[in-house]
């Protein structure tokens, strides 16, 4: 029966594989690499219910919940706004009850539900990362207009994707839909091999 | 060959010298060079053929507005025609040839068309090609297309490929010139994020082909100092070899990057910028255009300033003996520059009087002045021999410098529909600042201004005016020194004592003649003589050409300018390569393309797939002794009915639906009710549109208190999903509802056919009980699996069968699909595709896409009972519209042909016996077809008039296109199991 809670004991049958496993592209001036956070669950606060879940947030994990545009880092994770109302909370830990553990904490403030599988997440660091992002993404990702912290929903290619700046130099993290994995990654792959020449 | 006609100095670096060929020939050029003053340093001045005469041309410009020297740019097999040979940077190999000419450039066999002039003047087309009718389509169409255009695609694909990219900046200036550097220095010394964009591979414009000092420099060693400066500024972006060819809404503007001018390039070879912007300097500059007279298009007639362009730039004497025709100062410095070089000027010919260009004669004074006069004919054929002017003289000269004044390049301040305004003191076209695109601002030549000192002027001025709207204070900056000369000039258009043809667009072979004949035959609107003669449509879309063109209609009507009026500008600027348009993807990758979660299992399992939307499904598994698709599906459909089949339906939109106000917001969404849903319970539901029309199906299922999860057809999931949110977040905001997208985190697989809930059975975890009293039809719970993996089980049937749809999170689909396979082996499991599917789907009369049209209302699909009467929700009340319940109304029946063994085809409209196939007579049409194999016949669905009346008569099926006329039977559309009894088993 499903575990209780966040109780998770992995004695599955069967293999749990993302789409994207083993992402690893390296050019001198730059890597595109899975990036790292392992579970994401959307928590929307219930109608009227925004001040409240901000403050069991920061008693919970001691931070205030983004404004939109942003993203913030907890202790085991990070959280960035998707929405009016509606957040994407990460975890570096595997657990595909995740949404039940945030449901327990939050449950009279707000509604969860497990978003992990539903993303791919990538990774796009170095040098020339701004280069390959103007390529790709329509929005202007520079320093003054897109500083750390940042995060936001816009296209690439034609398709929908959220793009992060994290508190890291020259690097953004991209999360893009699971079916388009393979078109995310060759436009990506694209992209860099337009201007740094064909993968080493 | 050497490069005979090479001078000193110049732009060009003469330590890197470069190889190419032109018509099979080899030549040498240096870096710096572009392809036409490689060709002219070489001593080639014939190097195209015209559009309709085939008439030998030279090249007339230095830029963008060549209409000429047009040339195949070659690499194997592969070429790229109508290349202007004057914006090609030279590059080593570099191969090129002459277009549109037989068997040789110099030797044009079809130039016999210039022998019939007379009979191919303007709308000779429409006065000629008029009988009989039938020639048109069969003769004379594929006749002028075969004869027209200048070069040729090359019929194997384009090697290279593109790109495409986005910038931001504070001021985007468009030009490079004295004004666009000058504006870019105010704004980068004052920290601006700024572009400054350069079609030419080197900034400068027109600084770069004039002998004159700015700050006690040269010019060109002023333009070098400035880059040098601007190129150090880490917040100004420099973008040579880009011309912005577009302006769009919102300050967005377009421009193309020509990365390399080679075929075949390692890198992409062009690529597409949409550049955001807040503020914008036009610094577009000017275009000279010429004069209209005699023969006027021979090769050696060349723009006055673009001659000092290959003197001063590039370095080449394009003459031996130059006779300049002017009606302004241009002309006059070409001849002083020419004559500096020590290239002789035969002649200056100004048709102005002696004391209006007497300032600017001060400095020409060796050389003979026509004052007053004009050339009425050019003498030679594939090259200017001599003149003869006016008042009788004929002077031998190999090339001619003409002016016949300056248009500003104010294109890119039309795009919005904007109107230029007429300067008489310039004679030509400037922008109507008080209409310019929103944030534009016009600098220097584009402005009509050209005088150096106040072009550098009016950029700074600009610039600070940009500074000021961004809040910065003005620069400090002195402006520059320089050449403080005001263009002198006299409106001129064509000498209209020539005998001889005078050419206003040499592209598109359009002459003085035409225009007047154009106006004579009563073609009074620019527009008109422009589309009649086809002025200034050519590739370079009239840039030297259209200006005189207006100018001769005006006189043709005997009109002022203004009275006339003008022609716009549409984007693009310049031709851009459909492959640039298109970007960085081509082939498969051309637009992106989903993955179900089986992908990589149906791939091994050698499935065909088919695009659905973005997304690929698996079409059909086909076996290696199977010769045709029908019997793959047929076997599919078989084992599924007989056995148990499996099938991936993750496409289908999943929205999680949560909050205290789910049911009561999805009551108003759906218009049956939901309300009356108990939990672990699922529904079939349909979404009316507010006009009362069906927009999709799914089902809704009440997974726990307060949360249920609702699907979608595959195609319209983004369509619903967008929908709800605009009801959740617009419509009523005041509910407390929360709905997310679940399509990508839940792989779903669907499990049918009677042996289902045995293979079922062997996956789940053992404390779930699915027997059919504890999970009947239209149950559904949360689960597990396969010792505890977290699932989602429905008890769903869109076969007919019983079925499940079984939904882990997408991490386990592989997994789960290939674990499946191998329990299902003692089951005979078969996986099916989309094929299959829909032939279950239309056994049972299920509506999908092909009848949720955007025509059908629910009482169409049979389904109006389930518009709920107690409450209300979106389109039930437009639903019962007297035209939406209207009896003789389409209404969804089924159809099969009377023989068996006849084919019906999706589309074909119904007919009654013996009726003729007329619109009026159009009984309806048939929406689904597919082969029954368990009918033994091709069955369908369709949509008739009153259909439920004509259940158990015949009708006929009729396709023209097919010519297909087959007698059907209307049935119900319940083909198999229309109890339902097999779904509940």
Known sequence: MIPKGSGYVNKEKLNSALSLDHLNLQWPALSITQSSFKEICSINASLDKQLDLNERFKEEYGISLPAPGKMVNHSTGSVFWVSPSQWFVTSNECNPYFDQLLTKKFNDVSTVTLQTDAWISIKIEGPASLDVLERLIKIDLSERNFPSGSATRTGCSHMTIFIQKPHQEDCFIILGARSYTKSLVHTITQATENILGKKE | ?985
């Open chain 2, 1 to 985: 060959m050497t490069q005979k006609n090479r001078i000193d100095g110049g732009l060009i670096d003469r330590n890197i010298p470069l190889n190419f060929t032109f018509d099979g020939k080899k030549y040498s050029g240096f870096h710096g060079d572009t392809l036409a003053s490689a060709l002219l340093a070489n001593g080639i001045n014939l190097v195209g053929r015209s559009f309709k005469y085939h008439r030998p041309r030279g090249i007339f410009t230095s830029d963008s507005s060549e209409p000429n020297a047009l040339v195949e740019l070659i690499n194997e097999d592969t070429k790229e025609p109508n290349s202007r040979s004057t914006t090609i940077q030279l590059f080593d190999g570099l191969t090129a040839q002459s277009q549109n000419c037989w068997p040789s450039l110099k030797y044009d066999i079809q130039s016999i068309n210039d022998c019939f002039a007379p009979l191919l003047t303007a709308g000779f087309y429409y006065k000629t090609f008029m009988w009989p009718k039938s020639f048109w389509e069969r003769v004379y169409e594929p006749l002028i297309r075969r004869a027209a255009g200048l070069g040729e695609l090359a019929p194997s694909t384009d090697p290279d490929h593109y790109d495409r990219g986005y910038r931001h900046c504070d001021l985007l200036i468009i030009g490079g010139g004295a004004a666009g550097l000058m504006a870019g220095l105010v704004a980068g010394r004052e920290g601006l994020n700024t572009i400054l964009v350069e079609e030419d591979f080197l900034f400068g414009g027109r600084l770069l082909g004039e002998n004159e000092e700015i700050d006690g420099l040269q010019c060109h060693d002023w333009v070098a100092n400035t880059v040098k400066e601007l190129e150090a500024m880490p917040h100004v972006r420099l973008m040579p070899k880009t011309a912005v060819f577009g302006v769009f809404d919102q300050k967005t503007y377009f421009a193309i990057e020509r990365l390399s001018d080679q075929i075949n390039s390692v890198g992409p070879r062009q690529m597409i910028w949409e550049i955001n912007t807040k503020h914008i300097i036009l610094a577009s500059g000017a275009t000279e255009r010429h004069i209209a007279f005699g023969n006027n298009d021979r090769p050696g007639v060349m723009l006055a300033s673009a001659m000092r362009d290959y003197t001063n730039r590039f370095a080449v004497r394009t003459a031996s003996r130059v006779a300049v025709f002017t009606s302004n100062d241009s002309g006059w410095l070409t001849a002083r520059d020419l004559n500096q070089k020590g290239i002789e000027v035969a002649a200056i010919i100004d048709i102005r009087k002696k004391e209006e260009h007497q300032e600017i004669a001060k400095k020409n004074t060796q050389i003979p002045i026509y004052s007053e006069d004009q050339i009425i004919k050019v003498h030679g054929h594939n090259r200017v021999k001599a003149i003869s002017l006016l008042n009788g003289a004929k002077i031998s000269v190999d090339s001619i410098a003409v002016s016949g004044g300056w248009n500003p390049s104010i294109h890119l301040t039309c795009q919005h529909r904007q109107r230029p305004i007429w300067n008489e003191v310039i004679s030509g076209f400037i922008a109507n600042e008080a209409e310019l695109p929103s944030g534009m601002k016009v600098a220097g030549a584009a402005k009509g201004i050209y005088a150096t000192n106040l072009v550098l002027q009016d950029a700074m001025n600009q610039a600070n005016a940009v500074l000021s709207e961004l809040g910065h204070a003005p620069t400090k900056m002195m402006i520059p020194s320089a050449n403080d000369d005001t263009y002198r000039g006299k409106t001129f258009w064509s000498v209209r004592e020539t005998k001889q043809r005078a050419w206003v667009d040499f592209q598109n072979d359009v002459t003085t003649k035409d225009i007047r004949l154009a106006v004579q035959e009563g073609f009074y609107s620019v527009e008109h003589v422009k589309r009649y003669t086809t002025l200034g449509m050519a590739t370079d879309q009239g840039k030297t050409s259209s200006v005189i063109g207006i100018g001769i209609i005006a006189e043709t009507m005997n009109k002022s300018i203004e009275e006339t009026g003008t022609t716009i500008f549409r984007a693009p600027y310049i031709p851009v390569a459909i492959g640039a348009l298109s970007g960085p993807h081509s082939g498969k990758n051309f637009r992106p393309t989903r993955e179900t979660p089986s992908h990589p299992f149906a791939v091994e399992q050698k499935a065909q797939f088919v695009e659905s939307g973005a997304w690929l499904r698996s079409q059909y598994f086909p076996h290696a002794n199977e010769l045709h698709w029908q019997e793959s599906v047929n076997r599919e459909v078989l084992a599924t009915r007989n056995n148990v089949g499996i099938t991936d339906v993750s496409t289908l939109g999943k929205i999680d639906v949560q909050g205290t106000d789910a049911a009561a917001f999805l009551d108003k969404v759906y218009c049956n009710t939901i309300t009356t849903l108990n939990m672990n319970r699922c529904r079939y539901g349909i979404m009316l549109r507010e006009d009362g029309i069906v927009m999709d199906d799914g089902t809704v299922a009440h997974l726990a208190k307060n949360h249920f999860i609702v699907t979608t057809t595959t195609a319209n999931a983004v369509q619903v999903y967008r929908h709800m949110e605009f009801c959740r977040q617009c419509l009523w905001p005041e509910m407390d509802v929360a709905l997310i997208s679940i399509t990508e985190q839940w792989a779903q697989y669907a499990i049918a056919g009677p042996k289902s809930r045995h293979l079922l059975e062997k996956i789940i975890d053992n404390d779930h009980d699915i027997s059919n009293s504890n999970f009947p039809y239209m149950a559904c719970d949360e689960i597990s699996i396969c010792n505890g993996i977290r699932a989602r089980l429905f008890r769903l049937s869109f076969s007919g069968e019983m079925a499940y749809e079984l939904a882990v999170p997408a991490r386990y689909s592989d997994a789960l699909i290939r674990h499946i396979h191998e329990i299902g082996k003692t089951f005979d499991l078969t996986p099916y595709g989309t094929e299959a599917l829909g032939v279950m789907r239309i056994e049972k009369g299920h509506a999908a896409g092909n009848e949720l049209n955007g025509q059908t209302t629910a009482g169409d699909l049979g389904l109006g009972k389930m518009v709920s009467k107690k409450k209300d929700s979106i389109g039930s009340i437009l639903s019962e519209r007297e035209g939406l319940v209207d009896p003789m109304r389409h209404i969804l029946v089924g159809v099969m042909p009377c023989d068996p063994q006849q084919k019906i085809s999706s589309g074909s409209h119904i007919f009654a016996s013996k009726s003729a196939c007329t619109p009026s007579n159009d009984l309806g049409y048939i929406t689904s077809v597919a082969y029954s194999p368990m009918s033994n016949s091709y069955i369908g669905l369709a949509m008739i008039k009153n259909g439920t009346n004509h259940i158990g008569g015949k009708l006929r099926a009729v396709n023209l296109l097919q010519n297909q006329d087959i007698d059907i039977e209307v049935t119900s559309p319940h083909f198999y199991d229309p109890k339902g009894e097999r779904l509940r088993e």
